[in-house]
């Protein structure tokens, strides 16, 4: 290849990889003109809520993409429909607000508009308030800076000295930051292959309710205890250890005295050691 034909390849002009495509760039603008006629029938006429419409749903990509962003950053709990419907909002005060003769493109105006809105959504969801979470955030702060400065987890007392708090002052801002850190029910435990996915309130225990395994045993060992025993006897255990009634209320339930209700207590608790020690083995007692 010649010097001439080298150099003439070197300075022909490239096609610019970048180059906008004409069809979309006209596409574009047709858009453009199109909007700018909705636009100006809208302003003089701000009472018709169908081209209000139109232009939120033009318009109502720039919300999902920024609650998308938004949402992103955000803790389990948060649903994104949330953002978007607070968002909405905002692009509707937008819409009335804005004013075409100042030359400023919509889009550019309306999403600190768009994100505000969600913002505020997201301020009033949080009931926890603002100077608490400020403080919590400090705490987090001064507690990394010390566990980085000396490789281990702070004292109070250090942590205490590092904020320039009294020891009371920090416990107090401690008990107040705990209540930042609460769990919603509805967030996911762990995903499964079925349609339906496992939340906290799941797995949660209710220390109220009763334990069935619990009261499995506790019905096999009534039977066991009572077994062999009369009406009275058995009805004297059950009203006493199961039902927590007091002898003389346990006379008065049987018809009998309730020196009668302690002898024949007395008798029976003498008889079952005897017939449960018998059967330790059974138990796995030695």
């Known amino acids: 290849m010649s010097a001439t034909t080298l150099a003439s390849r070197v300075l022909r002009p490239q096609p610019n990889a970048a180059a906008k495509d004409p069809k979309k760039e006209a596409a574009k603008e047709a858009r453009a003109a199109e909007m700018a006629i909705v636009w100006r029938a809208y302003k003089a006429d701000p009472d018709s809520k169908a081209l209000r419409n139109q232009l ?158 619990r009261r499995v045993q506790k019905s096999d060992l009534m039977r066991l205890v009572t077994k062999g025993l009369n009406r009275n006897e058995r009805l004297i255990i059950i009203l006493y250890y199961y039902e927590e009634l007091t002898m003389k209320e346990i006379g008065a339930t049987l018809d009998l005295s309730e020196s009668r209700v302690s002898q024949m207590h007395s008798a029976i608790v003498q008889r079952l050691q005897g017939q449960l020690g018998r059967r330790r083995p059974e138990f796995g007692v030695a």
């Open 56 to 213: 939120v749903e033009e318009y109502l990509p720039l919300v999902k993409y920024n609650g998308e962003r938004i949402w992103s950053r955000l803790p389990d709990g948060v649903e994104l429909d949330d953002l978007i419907s607070a968002g909405v909002f905002g692009l509707m005060d937008a819409i009335n607000a804005f004013d075409m003769d100042r030359g400023v493109k919509f889009e550019t105006y309306c999403v600190p508009r768009i994100r505000g809105a969600m913002l505020d959504e997201l301020r009033s969801m949080d009931w926890v308030p603002r100077l608490v979470r400020s403080k919590a955030s400090k705490l987090n702060e001064a507690v990394k800076t010390l566990e980085a400065r000396h490789g281990r987890t702070p004292t109070e007392i250090e942590l205490a000295e590092h904020m320039e708090l009294s020891v009371g002052e920090l416990e107090k801002m401690i008990q107040e930051a705990n209540a930042v850190g609460l769990i919603s029910l509805n967030k996911k435990w762990y995903e499964t292959d079925s349609y339906k996915d496992v939340r906290e309130i799941d797995i949660l225990e209710d220390k109220k309710s009763d334990d069935p395994t």
